[in-house]
């Protein structure tokens, strides 16, 4: 995915710090607004990993820090729920103006408790997700705990949350108390999609069971399975992302740019690889895909290999070409299925190679031609395998010219 700082200000002209995640090809289907948990930042890895999730299914989101949060100005101490949907609201703002109002939110946590009542100021919602999300806001005094009393008593308390020391105002507490929660999940006026572990410790089930029991249909609910609460395993918050974006395509029209046959603007293969591993981001003309290595290369297995998508080309080439041909020529051909593999041999070893030192490459390919085929059209058939236009590229001479953008 490709990822860009942004700035905008909330209402109160308060610089807020934001990141767009987008696809490869910078059009995306649709635009997810991402609130993060209480005192986290875009930053959590977590939301990283579902934005990649959600990036490669076509989905762009804007993530952000709350106001006194991350890189955004203002004073946490100074801010509440009310002025965190402010900045949803701002955030929303941003996006319509630069680019489309997002129709998916997403709220992670306490951010669950932003979306779920910001909801209902963005008519132009289609989708609202909510991730281990409270039902009521005030939940998240749990986490305040002791210093509950000395905020009451004095107006203020620090408290230390994953290291990171902060001043809760006596004025975040009463302002959760005017937000309810059973109306506005009632009225969110979009699709809903409930996430949650059942093994959450921070914010138990039964929040999520409150949650889906208050909304209207449409509603679903997706189990995160022995998950911890902030998703901290880079499996499992892929997951989540991976669930979101196949539940949100039945509310969204999310379909590849290219599906009504028109070209994409930019037909380019496009491959990013980061520094972590191999694991490979693919777009191609509007699909996206993944690229990797197996574990025992340095891999992560989540993906085929580059040698896998070469036989991925001969073979979905042949069998195409297998089917025009057979349609031209009016045979009973129902299916063409092709089998390949790649392995590397010593050049010695192949009779009618012009290579005599050294290894080459050998595939074989194996037909299985399933129709009322007679013997002549069969052989046929195997003949028209070796035109496909992969074959003859792999056969041909091969210019590969490379250069270096600048930057």
Same mark, same amino acid.
């Given at each position: 995915?490709?990822?860009?700082?942004? /700035?905008?200000?909330?209402?109160?002209?308060?610089?807020?710090s934001?990141?767009?995640?987008?696809?490869?090809?910078?059009?995306?289907?649709?635009?997810?607004?991402?609130?993060?948990?209480?005192?986290?930042?875009?930053?959590?890895?977590?939301?990283?990993?579902?934005?990649?999730?959600?990036? /490669?299914?076509?989905?762009?989101? *804007? %993530?952000?820090?709350?106001?006194?949060?991350?890189?955004?100005?203002?004073?946490?101490?100074?801010?509440?729920?009310t002025?965190?949907?402010?900045?949803?609201?701002?955030?929303?703002?941003?996006?319509?103006?630069?680019h489309?109002?997002?129709?998916?939110?997403?709220?992670?946590?306490?951010?669950?408790?932003?979306?779920?009542?910001?909801?209902?100021?963005?008519?132009?919602?289609?989708?609202?997700?909510?991730?281990?999300?409270?039902?009521? &806001?005030?939940?998240?005094? /749990?986490?305040?705990?002791?210093?509950?009393?000395?905020?009451?008593a004095?107006?203020h308390a620090?408290?230390?949350?994953?290291?990171?020391?902060?001043?809760?105002?006596?004025?975040?507490?009463?302002?959760?108390?005017?937000?309810?929660?059973?109306?506005?999940?009632?009225?969110?006026?979009?699709? *809903?999609?409930?996430?949650?572990?059942?093994?959450?410790?921070?914010?138990?089930?039964?929040?999520?069971?409150?949650?889906?029991?208050?909304? $209207?249909? =449409?509603?679903?609910?997706?189990? *995160?399975?022995?998950?911890?609460?902030?998703?901290?395993?880079?499996?499992?918050?892929?997951?989540a992302?991976?669930?979101?974006?196949?539940?949100?395509?039945?509310?969204?029209?999310?379909?590849?740019?290219?599906?009504?046959?028109?070209?994409?603007?930019?037909?380019?293969?496009?491959?990013?690889?980061?520094?972590?591993?191999?694991?490979?981001?693919?777009?191609?003309?509007?699909?996206?895909?993944?690229?990797?290595e197996?574990?025992?290369?340095?891999?992560?297995? %989540?993906? =085929?290999? &580059?040698y896998?998508?070469?036989?991925?080309?001969?073979?979905?080439?042949?069998?195409?070409?297998?089917?025009?041909?057979?349609?031209?020529?009016k045979?009973?051909?129902?299916?063409?299925?092709? %089998?390949?593999?790649?392995?590397?041999?010593?050049?010695?070893?192949?009779?009618?190679?012009?290579?005599? $030192?050294?290894?080459?490459?050998?595939?074989?390919?194996?037909?299985?031609?399933?129709?009322?085929?007679?013997?002549?059209?069969?052989?046929?058939?195997?003949?028209?395998?070796? %035109?496909? &236009?992969?074959?003859?590229?792999?056969?041909?001479?091969?210019?590969?010219?490379?250069?270096?953008?600048?930057?």
């Amino acid at each position: 995915m490709k990822s860009q700082t942004i /700035q905008f200000k909330n209402q109160e002209g308060i610089t807020l710090s934001g990141r767009i995640d987008l696809p490869e090809d910078e059009n995306p289907a649709a635009w997810a607004l991402f609130a993060h948990c209480f005192t986290c930042g875009k930053s959590l890895k977590a939301i990283g990993h579902i934005c990649r999730a959600l990036t /490669q299914k076509n989905i762009a989101v *804007l %993530r952000f820090d709350f106001t006194g949060l991350g890189n955004s100005e203002g004073e946490f101490a100074t801010s509440n729920l009310t002025t965190n949907i402010a900045d949803l609201l701002a955030a929303a703002d941003w996006l319509a103006t630069n680019h489309t109002y997002p129709s998916i939110l997403i709220g992670h946590s306490f951010g669950g408790a932003a979306v779920l009542q910001a909801a209902q100021h963005l008519p132009e919602l289609k989708a609202v997700v909510s991730i281990a999300a409270p039902y009521d &806001p005030q939940h998240v005094t /749990q986490l305040i705990g002791s210093a509950l009393s000395d905020v009451q008593a004095q107006g203020h308390a620090k408290i230390t949350i994953a290291g990171r020391e902060f001043t809760i105002g006596k004025g975040f507490i009463e302002d959760l108390a005017t937000h309810k929660s059973k109306e506005r999940i009632k009225n969110l006026g979009a699709a *809903l999609l409930v996430l949650h572990s059942p093994s959450d410790k921070t914010v138990d089930i039964e929040n999520a069971r409150l949650i889906y029991q208050a909304a $209207k249909h =449409p509603k679903s609910f997706i189990s *995160l399975d022995d998950t911890d609460h902030l998703l901290t395993r880079e499996d499992d918050a892929l997951y989540a992302g991976n669930m979101i974006s196949s539940w949100v395509s039945r509310y969204l029209d999310i379909k590849a740019k290219n599906a009504t046959g028109s070209p994409a603007a930019d037909n380019r293969v496009t491959v990013r690889t980061r520094s972590e591993g191999f694991f490979s981001e693919v777009h191609a003309n509007g699909y996206a895909m993944t690229a990797d290595e197996p574990v025992s290369y340095g891999g992560t297995g %989540r993906g =085929p290999t &580059p040698y896998d998508y070469l036989l991925v080309a001969l073979g979905s080439c042949t069998s195409m070409t297998l089917q025009m041909y057979a349609r031209n020529k009016k045979w009973p051909l129902e299916s063409a299925v092709v %089998r390949l593999t790649h392995n590397k041999i010593h050049a010695k070893d192949c009779q009618h190679c012009k290579t005599e $030192k050294g290894k080459i490459d050998r595939f074989e390919r194996e037909l299985e031609l399933n129709g009322n085929l007679d013997a002549e059209q069969r052989q046929r058939l195997l003949e028209i395998a070796d %035109r496909c &236009p992969v074959h003859r590229t792999i056969h041909s001479d091969l210019i590969v010219a490379t250069t270096l953008k600048e930057q």
